[in-house]
């Protein structure tokens, strides 16, 4: 298996890939969410929106946090539209979000072109609570489909999924679990090629190399992509490794 990260602007990286060559895309998309107003929502940095106060750790903000609700469903709409033109027929889009943005993620993804096939609920267990209220345990992941699903593979995957965010060596503010993005990269058939557009501190790609799988990543931020391809190169050789960019 191998994989190329491309460090560069997502929506202008995607340009540059040619038609119907992956075969999954699986992203967590900046959620420009954490906030109850406009203003909460556009003038505060990730770090501010998505870490408590008084946690231990000092990860990097990342960028891409700063558009209201209707810009980001633009904005993801053309984004999720390239990437329905890089996949090939029956390809599976996967995109996480919150519950204030979940609803405009499912319009998006419609409006690229992917038949809305379902929203996944990701349960933290360790989560942040919520006085008077009830506590605000899960995340979600919207897919689709380009076409319709290849039904010539004897795949069944869960429905739900349970874990909480990376403790020990945690590199990244919104990271994910391995063990969850083990099980959503098996919607790409063995041998084929996972796109994610917001490769982040890269787990996504070392799921998909684990699993057998190619990846292609893109990620705006320097220091998260010297990151990610610090972990992407852990999977592999040398000689397996393809850097590009960054592209203007």
Same mark, same amino acid.
């Given at each position: 298996?191998?994989?190329?990260?491309?460090?560069?602007?997502?929506?202008?990286?995607?340009?540059?890939?040619?038609?119907?060559?992956?075969?999954?895309?699986?992203?967590?998309?900046?959620?420009?969410?954490?906030?109850?107003?406009?203003?909460e929502r556009t003038g505060r940095t990730a770090r501010a929106k998505?870490?408590?106060?008084?946690?231990?750790?000092?990860?990097?903000?990342?960028?891409?946090?700063?558009?209201?609700?209707?810009?980001?469903?633009?904005?993801l709409t053309a984004l999720l539209t390239e990437a329905y033109r890089?996949?090939?027929?029956?390809?599976?889009?996967?995109?996480?979000?919150?519950?204030?943005?979940?609803?405009?993620?499912?319009?998006?993804?419609?409006?690229?072109?992917? %038949?809305? &096939? =379902?929203?996944?609920?990701?349960?933290?267990?360790?989560?942040?609570? +919520?006085?008077? #209220?009830?506590?605000? /345990?899960?995340?979600?992941?919207?897919?689709?489909?380009?076409?319709?699903?290849?039904?010539?593979?004897?795949?069944?995957?869960?429905?739900?999924?349970?874990?909480?965010?990376?403790?020990?060596?945690?590199?990244?503010?919104?990271q994910k679990p391995v063990e969850i993005m083990q099980q959503l990269?098996?919607?790409?058939?063995?041998?084929?090629?996972?796109?994610?557009?917001? %490769?982040? &501190? =890269?787990?996504?790609?070392?799921?998909?190399?684990?699993?057998?799988? +190619?990846?292609? #990543?893109?990620?705006? /931020?320097?220091?998260?992509?010297?990151?990610?391809?610090?972990?992407?190169?852990?999977?592999?050789?040398?000689?397996?490794?393809?850097?590009?960019?960054?592209?203007?």
């Amino acid at each position: 298996m191998s994989y190329t990260l491309h460090r560069g602007d997502a929506l202008t990286v995607l340009k540059t890939l040619p038609d119907d060559s992956v075969h999954a895309v699986i992203t967590d998309p900046p959620y420009n969410s954490g906030g109850r107003t406009g203003s909460e929502r556009t003038g505060r940095t990730a770090r501010a929106k998505y870490v408590s106060s008084g946690s231990a750790h000092d990860l990097r903000n990342f960028p891409g946090e700063n558009r209201d609700q209707r810009s980001y469903r633009s904005w993801l709409t053309a984004l999720l539209t390239e990437a329905y033109r890089i996949a090939a027929e029956h390809s599976v889009a996967m995109v996480f979000s919150d519950w204030r943005q979940e609803p405009t993620t499912s319009d998006a993804l419609q409006m690229a072109g992917w %038949t809305w &096939s =379902g929203t996944l609920p990701w349960i933290k267990p360790v989560s942040r609570p +919520r006085r008077g #209220g009830f506590k605000q /345990s899960a995340e979600f992941i919207t897919w689709g489909v380009k076409g319709t699903l290849d039904q010539e593979r004897r795949l069944y995957l869960p429905g739900h999924f349970t874990a909480s965010q990376p403790r020990k060596d945690r590199v990244h503010i919104t990271q994910k679990p391995v063990e969850i993005m083990q099980q959503l990269v098996r919607i790409c058939p063995e041998g084929g090629t996972v796109l994610d557009p917001f %490769t982040g &501190s =890269g787990s996504t790609g070392v799921a998909a190399l684990g699993e057998g799988r +190619r990846f292609i #990543g893109i990620e705006l /931020s320097e220091h998260y992509a010297k990151v990610a391809e610090r972990r992407l190169r852990a999977e592999l050789t040398q000689d397996d490794v393809v850097l590009v960019g960054p592209e203007e």
